[in-house]
C-alpha cells in the first residue's frame, strides 16, 4: 500500500495562498508568488493530463517526473474544489480524486458531463473516510493531499506520513496558513530529503508516529 502524503508550495511564513482567495481570486492576493518556479527554469515538465507544461530548473523536473506517476488518488475539499471548479472535469495529476465535503454538489455532478466522465467521488463521512476511499482507490500508490484543512486534520488523526513542501522565497503575510490548528502537542519529522530547484528549495519530510 502507498503512502498518504501532501505536496504543496508554501510562502516562508507558511501560507499556501495569499489573502482573499476565492473563485475570482484562486491563490489571493500575492499568491502566484508561490508558483514562480513553475515557469522560472529552462526544462519542460508536462503534468500528466497534459493540460499544462512547467518549465523549471532540471532539479525540479527529476523530482517531479518522480513524484507525479506514484499519485494513485487525490484527496481534497469542498471549498478547493469549488474555488478551481472542480478543475473543469480533470486535475493535472490526471488521478481520482475524493472530494470531503458535507454535501454532495448533485447540480455539478449532473451538469458537467465530460467524453469520459469527471473522475470525482464525494464523501460526507469526513476525511478518515475520505482517505480510506482514495487509497482503496490508489491501490499500492500513494494517496496525495491537497488542501490545508485536510492536511491538518490528517496530522491531528495520525494519518499522514509525507510531507514535501514547495518552499517559495516569498513572505505573503497573510492567507491560507497551512499548519494551523494542530494543537499542543509537537508532531516530529524526519527530513528525507533537500532539492534545490530554481526560486524554490523542495523539503521532503516523513511524519514520525509513536
Not at 522560472?40 to 512547467?54: A, L, Q, Y
Not at 523530482?63 to 472535469?89: C, K, Q, S
Request: proline share 5%; with cysteine; glycine share 12%.
Amino acid at each position: 500500500m502507498g503512502k498518504v502524503m501532501t505536496e504543496l508550495s508554501m510562502s516562508l511564513d507558511g501560507y499556501i495562498a495569499g489573502p482573499h482567495d476565492g473563485p475570482d481570486n484562486p491563490l489571493g492576493d500575492g499568491g502566484t508568488a508561490l508558483f514562480r518556479w513553475y515557469q522560472s527554469g529552462d526544462t519542460p515538465f508536462i503534468v500528466p493530463s497534459g493540460t499544462m507544461t512547467f518549465r523549471v530548473s532540471a532539479a525540479s523536473a527529476a523530482l517531479l517526473e518522480e513524484m507525479y506517476p506514484r499519485i494513485g488518488a487525490l484527496v481534497t475539499g469542498r471549498r478547493t474544489f469549488d474555488i478551481t471548479n472542480g478543475w473543469e472535469g480533470r486535475h493535472p495529476s490526471d488521478a481520482p480524486i475524493v472530494v470531503a465535503t458535507h454535501e454532495v454538489p448533485e447540480a455539478w455532478v449532473q451538469e458537467y458531463v465530460t467524453g469520459r466522465g469527471a473522475p470525482f467521488t464525494f464523501v460526507t463521512e469526513g476525511v478518515a473516510r475520505a482517505v480510506e476511499v482514495a487509497r482503496r482507490i490508489a491501490g499500492d500508490r500513494d494517496v496525495a493531499v491537497s488542501a490545508a484543512s485536510l492536511v491538518q486534520q490528517c496530522l491531528r488523526l495520525g494519518l499522514l506520513d509525507e510531507i514535501l513542501i514547495d518552499l517559495a522565497p516569498v513572505l505573503l503575510g497573510g492567507g491560507v496558513r497551512l499548519f494551523d490548528g494542530l494543537g499542543d502537542a509537537a508532531i516530529g519529522l524526519e527530513r528525507l530529503r533537500v532539492v534545490e530547484g530554481r526560486d524554490v528549495t523542495h523539503l521532503l519530510f516523513r511524519v514520525l508516529k509513536a
